[in-house]
């Protein structure tokens, strides 16, 4: 029997899957995707009339505009942890709730 030799050039690995990297690289789409989101809708936030807000029922233009903001500083620099979820829920909340009821009411009839 001869013994087995092993190699430790990475060339006759062929193709190995760095799951680092793909955990690195779905962070960086996550991050990027969720950074979208709350920016749009701080944008968003800000371009609605303070009297839209009052007027379709959903609090205050400050408290959005404020707790939207916050949220995307927060983004920025704390990245993607678990403090962040419910800034994103606020995000998805104002775009899926409140954004359609501010455009009702600004709408021209």
Do not use: C
């Not at 839209?52 to 983004?75: M, Q």
């Not at 403090?83 to 606020?90: C, K, P």
């Amino acid at each position: 029997m001869t013994p087995t030799t092993l190699t430790t050039d990475p060339s006759t690995y062929g193709e190995v899957v760095n799951l680092f990297e793909l955990q690195g690289n779905v962070t960086l789409v996550l991050f990027l995707v969720l950074l979208v989101v709350k920016g749009f809708a701080f944008v968003n936030s800000v371009l609605y009339p303070t009297q839209a807000y009052p007027a379709a029922s959903r609090g205050t233009k400050a408290a959005w505009t404020i707790g939207l903001g916050i949220g995307l500083v927060a983004h920025l620099l704390l990245g993607v942890l678990i403090v962040n979820l419910a800034f994103t829920v606020a995000a998805l909340v104002y775009i899926l709730d409140t954004r359609p009821a501010l455009a009702e009411v600004t709408s021209p009839r």
